[in-house]
Every structure is written in structure tokens, then in C-alpha cells.
């Protein structure tokens, strides 16, 4: 898959939202049209919508409530693409939008059937009493938003060269913290980063009006994971694995918003890091990551295998 994220603006873009929603949720149960599209459809309705490609896949909505909270609601994925984790994107793309608008609470009214999903998502339940709907019962949860001051996005060409200040930055750290083969001053080299951003793969956080750290995240099978010696992964199930994870030291939690970003695509999620960067292993360990044994990369240097899956990812939400 190939997937975009789209904060709909234009028609064309809102239309996107419109055909995800008569195709996978109208068709599929049943719902009229003056149903389907209420009174929070309106030109100040605010629409993410995935794409595979150009294709519209999955979509949900946004609308202001009272006491700067808001609505997420329409979540809806093409009936071919369900299982593949993007209605999990859609709503931390809804979430992330809502942060950067100042919204503090996002609420959903979860069908009964989808409760635990929302839990996953951090939702928690606020009112037990079911709402009966004309085609779904519904029982309304909230999540309070993470604060607005750093966010992710797809990095950009114009990003490049703080891309590169960061990673130097990073590599003189490393080096002064004792651990001067990991990367040295020669990874991630230059060619790797413009391949990243060409490839959209390269992320970016931001806060404060400028980058303050950066990572790359692959969706589907690592080549160098396959073989893992001295342990295993937690399960089989599909992945997305983080690398390339860099701050500019100005700002504490760039582990935490890379894991969850990630979380927003899979449910599981992989990372390695070398056994001299203890830093990394206390971060991914504060961030639900389990250490899982040793996988080699193409060179045959060892790294320290990490996996954090639904399990643990909730674990460390209780605990934090």
C-alpha cells in the first residue's frame, strides 16, 4: 500500500471522505443518504482521508463540541482494506489535527462492537448508558489530547539541511556518551536522508516553530528481522518498524511521539538499537518496547531487537 494522508480542503478532497463513506458504510448497512450525511456535514467540516495512491480508502470527521472539545466521528475504511490498521490512522491523524487547532478532548460515540478498538486508542468511557441510534447502538468515550506543542508530520526537501544538523548533533552525543560505532559521523549519510524524504518514509517533529527531531518509519517487513537469535519477536503479526530516531536535545519525549505516531499504523511496532546506546534502550523500554534478542543488519553488526504490540503498549499506558 501506498498510503497519504489528506486533511480534505478542496471539493475533490471532500469527496474523497464522501465515496469512503456511501461505499463502506451507506451500501453496507443499509443507510439513506439524508442519514448518512447530517448536520455536521457542513463547508466548516473538517475531513481526514487516506488514500491508497489516489484512491480514497478511509475517512473520518471532525467537528467542534463545547469546552474545547471535539468530535471524531465517520470513521470508516473500504470493506477490502479493513485489518490493515488505518482506521487507527485515521483517528490519530484526527487527533494530531485537533492538537494543532487547540482542542483538549477528542470524543467518539464507539458502536458497541468497536469499544475495545477505542480502547487501544487510549479512549476511556464516560458515560455507560448505550445510546440506541437508528442503525447502531453507540456509547460515547473521550481522550485527552496530547498537548499541541510538538506534532508529526512528513518531512519535506526543504527540511533537509536541520534534518542533517540533527543527526550531527546525535552522533557527537552518541560519541561523547561511549558509543562511538553506532553511527559515527558518517550515518545516516546524506544520500540516505533526500532517499528518506524522496521515499516518504522521513518524519519530523516539530514544536516551538522549528524541527526538533527526526525518524523514519517503514510499513511491512524488515529484510534484517527475519532472523532473531537469543529470544523471539512477540507475535508474527504484520508491523511497522521505526529507525533512524534523532533529537536536537532541546526537547524530552521524541521516543514517545515516534511510538505513537507508529501506533497509529500498527499495533505493533519494531525498533533496534546497538547495545552501547543505553540511552535508546531506556527510552524504548519507558515507551513499551520489550527487548527481544539480537538481529543483524546487512553488514552482519549486532543490534538489540525491540518490539512493543498491543499488550505492552497498554501496560506502559497504565503506568505512565
Known amino acids: 500500500m501506498d498510503i497519504n494522508v489528506i486533511r480534505a480542503a478542496e471539493t475533490w478532497q471532500r469527496a474523497g471522505a464522501y465515496y469512503v463513506r456511501i461505499q463502506g458504510m451507506a451500501r453496507q448497512h443499509g443507510i439513506t443518504l439524508r442519514r448518512e450525511f447530517d ?3 457542513t463547508p466548516d467540516t473538517k475531513y481526514i ?3 491508497d495512491g489516489d484512491f ?7 467537528y467542534p463540541l463545547a469546552d474545547s472539545s471535539a468530535m471524531i466521528g465517520r470513521v470508516v475504511v473500504l470493506p477490502e482494506y479493513r485489518g490493515s490498521g488505518l482506521g487507527r490512522r485515521a483517528v490519530s ?15 467518539v460515540e464507539s458502536r458497541d462492537v468497536a469499544v475495545g478498538f477505542y480502547r487501544r486508542l487510549g479512549y476511556e468511557v464516560t458515560d455507560p448508558e448505550i445510546r440506541h441510534g437508528d442503525t447502531f447502538d ?3 468515550m473521550e481522550k485527552i489530547l496530547a498537548s499541541p506543542s510538538l506534532y508529526v508530520r512528513k518531512a519535506e526537501d526543504c527540511d533537509f539541511e536541520r534534518i542533517m544538523e540533527i543527526y550531527r548533533a546525535a552522533q557527537e552525543y552518541m560519541i561523547d556518551s561511549g558509543n562511538p560505532t553506532q553511527w559515527g559521523r558518517f550515518y545516516p549519510s546524506p544520500e540516505q536522508i533526500k532517499k528518506d524524504i524522496a521515499g516518504g518514509v522521513c518524519r519530523v517533529i516539530c514544536g516551538e516553530g522549528a524541527i526538533r527531531g527526526v525518524f523514519a518509519i517503514f510499513d511491512g517487513p524488515d529484510p534484517t528481522y527475519a532472523r532473531i537469535e537469543g529470544g523471539k519477536w512477540l507475535n508474527d503479526n504484520p508491523y511497522v518498524t521505526i529507525h533512524r530516531i534523532a533529537g536536537d536535545g532541546t526537547v524530552r519525549g521524541i521516543v514517545r511521539l515516534a511510538a505513537e505516531y507508529a501506533g497509529g499504523t500498527s499495533s505493533d511496532i519494531r525498533a533496534d538499537t546497538h547495545a552501547d546506546n543505553r540511552t535508546m534502550q531506556r527510552a524504548l523500554e519507558k515507551n513499551g518496547f520489550v527487548r527481544c534478542g539480537t538481529i543483524y543488519l546487512e553488514n552482519g553488526s549486532p543490534r538489540i531487537a525491540y518490539h512493543r504490540a498491543a499488550e505492552t503498549a497498554a501496560r506502559y499506558a497504565e503506568e505512565k
Open 39 to 41: 448536520e455536521h456535514d
Open 49 to 51: 482521508v487516506l488514500t
Open 56 to 62: 480514497p480508502v478511509a475517512t473520518c470527521r471532525l
Open 93 to 107: 491523524e484526527a487527533e494530531a489535527w485537533l492538537s494543532e487547532l487547540g482542542f483538549k478532548k477528542a470524543v
Open 138 to 140: 453507540c456509547i460515547r
